[in-house]
Nanobody, 123 residues
Framework: QVQLLESGGGLVQAGDSLRLSCAAS????????MGWFRQAPGKEREFVAV????????YYTDSVKGRFTISRDNAKNTVYLEMNSLKPEDTAVYYC????????????????WGQGTQVTVSS
């Protein structure tokens, strides 16, 4: 079992940057593919990015490509989401999640979730 705790959210202006962190306890993150999702009010949870456990290859949803970067530090048991050039439409609660799948991009493929951190981007 792994417990995940996100941090780093906040209120920023359009064009600003934020770095979200997801710290794990209970089990090493290196055994999981790690993903970031987001959920805006009234919308379904949306895939943002994933980093594979085997080779740390990364995949992103089209709307964040070139702006967001997912990375992992297995020694610190932490996954990061660097978000640049933020837009108001990036406003959401951001969740990190752990999966035993290879390239999981759907919420149902993830077994462990954090509690989320709010990101609000003002125009």
């Amino acid at each position: 079992q792994v417990q995940l705790l996100e941090s780093g959210g906040g209120l920023v202006q359009a064009g600003d940057s934020l770095r979200l962190s997801c710290a794990a306890s209970g089990r090493t993150l290196g055994t999981y593919a790690m993903g970031w999702f987001r959920q805006a009010p009234g919308k379904e949870r949306e895939f943002v990015a994933v980093i594979r456990r085997s080779d740390s290859r990364t995949y992103y949803t089209d709307s964040v490509k070139g702006r967001f970067t997912i990375s992992r530090d297995n020694a610190k048991n932490t996954v990061y989401l660097e978000m640049n050039s933020l837009k108001p439409e990036d406003t959401a609660v951001y969740y990190c999640a752990a999966s035993d799948r290879t390239i999981p991009t759907n919420p149902y493929e993830y077994q462990h979730w954090g509690q989320g951190t709010q990101v609000t981007v003002s125009s």
